[in-house]
């Protein structure tokens, strides 16, 4: 399985940036598509954003587009979650997602991390 290790949360203004990271382990890196979900208190977690192995296909959840963007760097396996115009309503714990299937409806995902959490302040 992948082992997924994010970073680069932490306290930001309305209207502020951040840029998530996502290491992961494993040979077969650029084979696999990547996600972003988030889980604020009280509510289910929810998808952010997909991106395919070659990063050619992205997805995004409507609250977030135009706002963050999803990419990746296979050489050094990283996908990376720039957030920008950041809301308060986007505080919640980050989480990097692996091993996924980006389907019409939904992005099923086999690995995660443990969570990054990203607090917004109005």
């Known amino acids: 399985q992948v082992q997924l290790v994010e970073s680069g949360g932490g306290l930001v203004q309305a209207g502020g940036s951040l840029r998530l990271s996502c290491a992961a382990s494993g040979r077969t890196f650029s084979t696999n598509a990547m996600a972003w979900f988030r889980q604020a208190p009280g509510k289910e977690r929810e998808f952010v954003a997909a991106?395919?192995?070659?990063?050619?296909?992205?997805r995004y959840a409507d609250s977030v587009k135009g706002r963050f963007t999803i990419s990746r760097d296979n050489a050094k396996n990283t996908v990376y979650l720039q957030m920008n115009s950041l809301k308060p309503e986007d505080k919640a714990v980050y989480y990097c997602?692996?091993?996924?299937?980006?389907?019409?409806?939904?992005?099923?995902?086999?690995?995660w991390g443990q969570g990054t959490q990203v607090t917004v302040s109005s």
């Open positions: 991106i395919s192995g070659s990063g050619s296909n992205k």
């Open positions: 997602a692996g091993q996924c299937t980006i389907l019409v409806v939904a992005t099923i995902c086999d690995s």
